[in-house]
């Protein structure tokens, strides 16, 4: 799990800017969810009216969030 999402942090722009890293990591960075989450918090911090780059960033929300739900559903559950 660490290995997934630790280079998330560090590419989505919390901590340094996107526009600040090097091209190829910025490239890498457009295709992290956690990164569409950033935007969209910012874009609703910023401003409170609705956007289309808002309603990207919640629909690929949305579309990630679906994806996790489908692939753990037929994972087994164990119980104790």
Do not use: K, N, W
């Not at 997934?4 to 890498?28: K, N």
């Amino acid at each position: 799990m660490p290995a997934v999402v630790l280079p998330q942090v560090l590419l989505c722009g919390v901590l340094v800017p996107r526009e600040e890293v090097a091209s190829a990591l910025e490239t890498i960075s457009a295709v992290l969810p956690m990164t569409y989450a950033v935007d969209a918090m910012t874009l609703l911090t910023h401003r409170s009216s609705l956007s289309s780059d808002l309603l990207v960033d919640l629909t690929v929300i949305t579309f990630g969030v679906a994806a996790l739900a489908l692939g753990a559903a037929p994972l087994r559950r164990r119980t104790a």
